[in-house]
């Protein structure tokens, strides 16, 4: 898949064997949509399979508690293999450290930042002007996010927001 002037369109021929990933490109496959339609359109429907991989997989733990002593809420946290620490890391690195960003590195990044999420990584990712504009330049610069980040921002949706963040980290208790 590509992004160009806004728009969404898959590479002919390059289908992805993944059938979550597959799902996607069949929607983007029968034409162009713009980035915010696609995130409205793919986003929700890949929320239970993405969450239950990433179970699986053991990068996240879900879990369940009461909230205010009646009702069962379900909890997803760290699974404990590291994942979310590399993930985090590589993020910080191109952020704080200033290292040339790879290009999923500089899409998560611009992600986080544009969906309004990277200040609740502070303890991780100190949120400092310096942070900000690097994230911000990120955002704007040519890495397939920047579009992304705007229909993110735009839409605002818990559900569009929570399935493309949780699926590439767990968010920090507390």
């Known amino acids: 898949m590509t992004a160009r002037g806004g728009k969404v369109e898959t ?3 390059h289908a992805p064997s993944d059938a979550i990933l597959r799902s996607a490109w069949d929607y983007l496959s029968k034409k162009p949509r713009g980035v915010q339609t696609a995130l409205a359109a793919i986003g929700p429907p890949l929320r239970e399979p993405v969450l239950e991989r990433l179970v699986e997989r053991g990068d996240i733990h879900r879990g369940s508690r ?5 009702f069962s809420a379900t909890t997803l946290s760290d699974g404990g293999n590291g994942r979310r620490a590399r993930l985090l ?6 952020l704080v450290d200033g290292a040339p960003p790879r290009a999923r590195v500089a899409a998560l990044a611009a ?3 544009g969906s309004g999420t990277l200040p609740q990584f502070h303890r991780e990712i ?8 690097r994230a911000k330049e990120l955002e704007q610069g040519n ?12 839409t605002m949706t818990a559900t569009v927001v929570g399935s493309v963040v949780v699926a590439v980290t767990v968010l920090p208790r507390g």
């Not at 890391?89 to 191109?94: F, H, N």
């Open 11 to 13: 590479v002919e021929g």
């Open 66 to 70: 009461k909230v205010l002593g009646l």
């Open 89 to 94: 890391g590589g993020v910080r690195e191109v």
């Open 111 to 113: 992600l986080l930042s």
């Open 126 to 133: 100190p949120w400092t002007s310096p942070v900000i504009t």
């Open 143 to 154: 890495w397939g996010a920047g579009a992304a980040a705007e229909a993110v921002t735009r």
